[in-house]
């Protein structure tokens, strides 16, 4: 029998062979989708789940400082460390959706100017970098850091956002959050502080590998006081109203007396010797986020090397020996 020829596939039905741009292109769209459905998945998670270990973390482990952290829900962290949060940090935190764009403006405002660089970063901005970025990296990271702060604001709500930044902040060398370094500075944990053992904390977030806690002193300590007064405003305010939604807010309670040494944790032989900023950059450094009054710098102490000597009067000029 004679062969039946083999059958064509017809030319509408042939399958060209695609160019490498549209092989590029399909493989950047899938990479994007992906990413999108990963930190989706990934947000979710933590919303049920406490995050095991960030980024910076991981980069304390590798350079031989620990990283220490004593996690404590929200519900039973002292209100005050709540206040001095959103006092020091965000005070609109209760009622913007992740981003407080006056404060950005006026933070790209200022550092135009030139000065100390200042950023505008809310709450959300910082628990979305702390808990799934890194430090640095420019506007790329701030583009994602953007998406994931969206994320958040929409899948967790205000009381699951600062339950994670007051449990993943950076709080000292080889110590993440409130109650870790409560118990580090204080010797006790984060359920009962008082407003001055919390606004030092929160005066610490900032820097903490360079401002400590214990007897701060200069701009930490004048700092301190600030937030420690503007917890009142955000007391009488309300500011903190999201947080407690829906759960009893923690009873407030005196600190217990410390009979024991606070704890040694992680890292305390790196700490910096770096002198704190000086006095004349206090106002650079405060945030605007209360329209409270500052609180005055304290009055050097008068002594008798400084006092400050009376004009003579004109009919009267003083010998060059009487001139101290």
Not at 14 to 43: C, H, N
Not at 92 to 106: I, K, P, Q, V
Not at 124 to 151: D, H, I, M, P
Not at 165 to 179: C, D, K, M, Q, R
Request: charged residues 20%.
């Amino acid at each position: 029998m004679a062969k039946r020829p083999a059958p064509t596939i017809p030319r509408y039905k042939r399958r060209r062979p695609r160019s490498w741009p549209r092989t590029v292109i399909g493989w950047i769209v899938k990479l994007i989708v992906a990413f999108f459905l990963i930190s989706i998945l990934w947000v979710l998670a933590y919303r049920f789940i406490n995050p095991p270990i960030t980024i910076t973390m991981m980069g304390d482990i590798v350079a031989g400082r620990g990283a220490t952290r004593d996690w404590m829900p929200v519900d039973q962290i002292d209100r005050d460390m709540v206040r001095a949060a959103i006092a020091a940090e965000d005070s609109t935190f209760c009622s913007h959706h992740g981003f407080n764009f006056e404060a950005l403006e006026d933070a790209m405002k200022r550092n135009a100017s030139g000065g100390r660089i200042r950023g505008g970063s809310t709450i959300s901005q910082q628990t979305a970098k702390t808990t799934f970025l890194w430090n640095g990296g420019g506007y790329a990271r701030k583009g994602v850091e953007a998406w994931f702060t969206f994320l958040i604001e929409h899948l967790w709500g205000k009381q699951r956002i600062m339950e994670v930044y007051l449990n993943n902040a950076e709080t000292g060398i080889g110590t993440y959050g409130v109650n870790a370094g409560s118990e580090r500075y204080y010797g006790h944990d984060a359920s009962a502080m008082t407003p001055i053992e919390a606004a030092r904390i929160a005066a610490v977030l900032p820097l903490p590998k360079e401002r400590g806690a214990v007897a701060p002193k200069g701009f930490t300590r004048r700092y301190g006081n600030t937030i420690a007064a503007r917890i009142g405003v955000v007391a009488r305010d309300g500011l903190d109203g999201c947080v407690y939604a829906g759960v009893a807010a923690p009873v407030n309670k005196a600190p217990p007396p410390v009979t024991k040494k606070t704890r040694p944790l992680p890292g305390e032989e790196y700490e910096t010797a770096k002198p704190l900023p000086p006095v004349e950059n206090v106002v650079q450094e405060l945030p605007r986020a209360s329209t409270e009054p500052l609180e005055a710098p304290e009055p050097a102490p008068t002594t008798p090397g400084n006092q400050t000597e009376s004009t003579p009067p004109p009919q009267r000029p003083q010998s060059a020996e009487n001139t101290l």
